[in-house]
């Protein structure tokens, strides 16, 4: 078992930055892909950025490519999401999540474990 608690929400205006955390606890991340969700109202849950189960490569969602960027500090067992140009249609729900999951990991059902989800708004 997993357990996955996101932090680092909150409003920023568009054009700046914000930095979420998904700290984990239970095992560690090494033995899991880890990805980055994010969902709003009336729509799928929309693939942000992942960790490969192997931890060797990242892959990124078209829409965050070049501005977002996924970290892991092992150390802490947590995993980062570092958001810049922040745009008001990244305002949505971040959702970490992690599993044994082949391939990109862009893909949602793939997921075993998953966090609470932490608001992001980003003002115009």
């Known amino acids: 078992q997993v357990q996955l608690v996101e932090s680092g929400g909150g409003v920023v205006q568009a054009g700046g930055s914000l930095r979420l955390s998904c700290a984990a606890s239970?095992?560690?991340?090494?033995?899991?892909?880890v990805g980055w969700f994010r969902q709003t109202p009336g729509k799928e849950r929309e693939f942000v950025a992942a960790?490969?189960?192997?931890?060797?490569?990242?892959y990124y969602g078209d829409s965050v490519k070049g501005r977002f960027t996924i970290s892991r500090d092992n150390a802490e067992n947590t995993v980062y999401l570092q958001m810049n140009s922040l745009k008001p249609e990244d305002t949505a729900v971040y959702y970490c999540?992690?599993?044994?999951?082949?391939?990109?990991?862009?893909?949602?059902?793939?997921?075993?474990?998953w966090g609470q989800g932490t608001q992001v708004t980003v003002s115009s």
């Open positions: 999540a992690a599993g044994v999951v082949p391939g990109m990991g862009d893909i949602p059902y793939e997921y075993d474990y």
């Open positions: 239970g095992r560690t991340f090494s033995s899991y892909a």
């Open positions: 960790f490969s189960w192997s931890g060797g490569n990242t």
